[in-house]
């Protein structure tokens, strides 16, 4: 038997920011450090999977930006 487990589930209110903040923000200091990690995005097709990992890539007035990003940025800024 499988059995699966999730770190974090989100409904459909919470912004991309507050995803990235409890999911990959306090783990970024150990990428630079030279460690591995994956953020996994599971859900039925529709559910806002796309947007919330790379945001309002279709200018719609959200305008969040998506974990891709804010990660990017973020790890930029820890190296500077």
């Known amino acids: 038997e499988r059995a699966y487990t ?5 409904n459909d209110q919470i912004k991309n920011y507050d995803v990235f903040k409890q999911t990959i923000h306090g783990m970024l200091p150990k990428v630079l450090e030279g460690y591995n990690f994956t953020c996994f995005a599971y859900g039925m097709t529709g559910a806002g999977k796309t947007h919330t990992m790379l945001g309002d890539i279709y200018g719609t007035s959200t305008g969040e930006r998506g974990i891709c990003f804010l990660t990017v940025e973020k790890l930029f800024e820890l190296i500077h």
Do not use: H, M, P, T
């Open 6 to 10: 999730f770190d974090s589930i989100f």
